[in-house]
């Protein structure tokens, strides 16, 4: 008999065993002679039911999850027999309720090709985009990418092809594309997951930004905590330049592009595009001042577009599809879809790829499936450690950067983190200045002494002592550090703060020392 099966490569499912139990059921379909097709793909995002192990039958996959070792040898029976009669049985994956409600466009490929498998990445749609984009033209590709709409990924949220466009038309013979995939914040993992598991479309997205803004070496900077990710990208890099995608004539078009990888040394600082910059040449991460733009004046001086991981992932749908297809989904100036991250104390947790304008109750509550200790939701995090609380009094706000401004708040990377009601959010408030602190490149004053004096401040509320003075003292210092502030780092950073202060005051005034003689 013959049996078809795919489990995930991903860090996630490694995490929790997924390499064990691939090894297992290789070795029982030996002792049974079997004839056993193991592939090891990307993850479905679908964390919470990892190692996730899926069959395939005439009638699409069928997901069997979470599989321990100890599973293998039952399971493995069943898929012989009766595969649907295994109480691990999900039924088809993509019927799942967490995965049938997305609308996956940039992560279609996730969880189904062998991530280093050039055939599975063509079969599936892979570098029609490229083609495209060669038969349009530079300026034409560059047009495309702006009447989609998209906007930067990476949380700035500015538009794309604007910046593709002022780099196209910057001056000079040497130009950069860079990758931002220094993914820091706190709940976020999109980044990761499209490099382990569909490198090629990250590869490709590079590729047509270098065609269509005249930049011939792009520059992939990944966080040295990914080493899973380093190594796929470094292979996947290798195999594409092999097959004559990456080099002197990509794909036969005529036009010269490579890219490399590199490695950060672990500071958030990094994740901002000029600090970003400063490493790659070789320097300490440290944020510039604009201008100049690095559009104009970047990497090593020259026009550069800097650019997030999945900004330049969602270019080759937009090029196969259309600029008009990809500006139907979403709301607003929020166009085309968003990998939302759901993470901290939430039941199903992963990662759900929708359009904008879903409200954050409805991927808590409904899609997140509330709080995995069952205690009721009191805070959601978004945006990483710089994101605003938001109560659930906010759970209407729809998944939008104009609507999240709106309420003071930042959809940053897409990372939703979840908090029920034993949190302290004075202690998150204290917690977001000392990140600050010691994340701070020490460039300007703001952020440098601002959020260490705000740490020290509110470790004075949290003793109890004079807090409302404190308070009014952390509140100021927060107006400086949020227009003072060379970059989003410490401007950034009275966000929780102050979100913290407005949603949760009670946690801060209930420790006051002088109020609680008094009575």
């Known amino acids: 008999m013959s049996l078809e099966i795919f489990i995930p490569r991903d860090s996630g499912a490694l995490a929790v065993g997924a ?5 297992a059921l290789t070795a029982h379909a030996v002792r049974l002679g079997l004839d056993l097709r193991l592939t090891r793909t990307g993850s479905r995002g679908m964390y919470w039911l990892e190692p996730l192990v899926e069959m395939a039958t005439p009638a699409g996959r069928l997901g069997f999850g979470p599989v321990g070792l100890a599973d293998v040898p039952a399971l493995l029976a069943a898929l012989i027999a009766a595969p649907e009669a295994h109480p691990l049985c999900l039924g088809p994956t993509e019927r799942i309720g967490f995965f049938a409600r997305q609308q996956r466009l940039t992560f279609a490929r996730c969880g189904i090709t062998d991530p280093l498998s050039l055939a ?7 570098y029609v985009g490229l083609q495209r984009a060669l038969s349009t033209g530079p300026a034409g590709t560059v047009e495309e990418v702006t009447r989609s709409g998209l906007r930067g990924r990476g949380g700035a949220g500015f538009p794309t092809g604007i910046k593709w466009q002022t780099v196209a038309r910057a001056a000079g013979p040497v130009k950069y594309i860079v990758c931002n995939a220094d993914e820091g914040d706190s709940g ?23 065609f269509a803004t005249g930049a011939t070496h792009g520059y992939i900077y990944i966080r040295s905590e990914y080493p899973h990710a380093i190594a796929v990208m470094r292979e996947a890099i290798a195999i594409a330049r092999r097959e004559g995608l990456l080099g002197a004539d990509c794909l036969a078009g005529g036009f010269a592009f490579d890219m490399e990888v590199r490695v950060g040394a672990g500071a958030y600082v990094c994740g901002e595009e000029t600090a970003l910059l400063d490493s790659l040449e070789g320097r300490r991460g440290m944020v510039r001042a604009k201008p100049p733009l690095p559009a104009l004046e970047g990497l090593f001086g020259k026009p550069t577009v800097v650019n997030n991981v999945i900004s330049l992932a969602s270019v080759p749908w937009i090029m196969s599809q259309g600029g008009a297809a990809y500006r139907d989904f979403g709301m607003g100036r929020s166009r085309g879809t968003m990998p939302v991250q759901l993470a901290g104390n939430i039941r199903h947790g992963g990662l759900f790829e929708t359009a904008f304008g879903v409200t954050l109750g409805a991927l808590v509550e409904e899609i997140g499936g509330g709080t995995a200790s069952g205690r009721a939701v ?7 450690p710089l994101g605003a609380y938001f109560p659930p009094a906010l759970f209407d706000t729809p998944f939008d950067y104009e609507a999240f401004a709106a309420r003071d708040g930042l959809i940053g990377h897409g990372g939703v983190v979840v908090f029920d009601d034993s949190v302290d ?3 998150q408030a204290r917690f977001a200045m000392q990140f600050c602190a010691h ?5 300007c004053t703001p952020c440098r002494i601002g959020s260490t004096r705000g740490a020290e401040v509110l470790e004075r509320v949290m003793r109890g002592e004079d807090v409302a003075a404190n308070l009014a003292l952390v509140e100021d210092l927060c107006m400086t550090m949020k227009f003072g502030s060379l970059c989003a780092l410490g401007g950034f950073t009275p966000y929780p703060v102050l979100s913290a202060l407005t949603h949760f005051r009670a946690d801060f005034t209930a420790r006051d020392i002088s109020l609680a003689a008094a009575e």
């Open 19 to 23: 390499d064990a139990v691939a090894a």
């Open 120 to 126: 599975d990445y063509r079969s599936h749609g892979g």
């Open 188 to 210: 976020t993992f999109a980044d990761r997951m499209i490099m382990e598991g569909d490198p090629f479309v990250l590869i490709e997205g590079m590729t047509i930004a270098g």
């Open 378 to 384: 009191r805070a959601v995090q978004v945006g990483g």
């Open 425 to 427: 959010m004075a202690q």
């Open 439 to 443: 994340e701070s490149c020490g460039k």
